[in-house]
Nanobody
Framework: QIQLVESGGGLVKAGDSLRLSCAAS????????MGWFRQAPGKEREFVAT????????SYADSVKGRFTISRDNAKNMVYLQMNRLKPEDTAVYYC????????????????WGQGTQVTVSS
């Protein structure tokens, strides 16, 4: 099991940028695939981005492709989500997730989750 704590959320205007961080506990961080998900009010949680164990492979939801970038620093047990050109529809609680199984993209399951960080984008 791995513990995850997200940070970096906030209130921004459309077109702004924001960088989310996720701090992971444990000595085996590099053996986890990491993902970002989000849940808007009244909607189901949805996939945003994933990154492979060493960061060589990534996958993005179509809605964020070209605007968001996921990255990780295994030396610091950190994963990041750089969000550019934010839109009001990006407003959601953003969750960091981890799993040992190699699965990128839609439809993957994750065993461990953080508590989430709120991102609000005003128009």
């Amino acid at each position: 099991q791995i513990q995850l704590v997200e940070s970096g959320g906030g209130l921004v205007k459309a077109g702004d940028s924001l960088r989310l961080s996720c701090a992971a506990s444990g000595r085996t961080f590099s053996s986890y695939v990491m993902g970002w998900f989000r849940q808007a009010p009244g909607k189901e949680r949805e996939f945003v981005a994933t990154i492979s164990w060493r960061g060589r492979s990534t996958s993005y939801a179509d809605s964020v492709k070209g605007r968001f970038t996921i990255s990780r620093d295994n030396a610091k047990n950190m994963v990041y989500l750089q969000m550019n050109r934010l839109k009001p529809e990006d407003t959601a609680v953003y969750y960091c997730a981890a799993d040992r199984n190699y699965c990128l993209g839609y439809g993957c399951s994750y065993a461990d989750w953080g508590q989430g960080t709120q991102v609000t984008v005003s128009s």
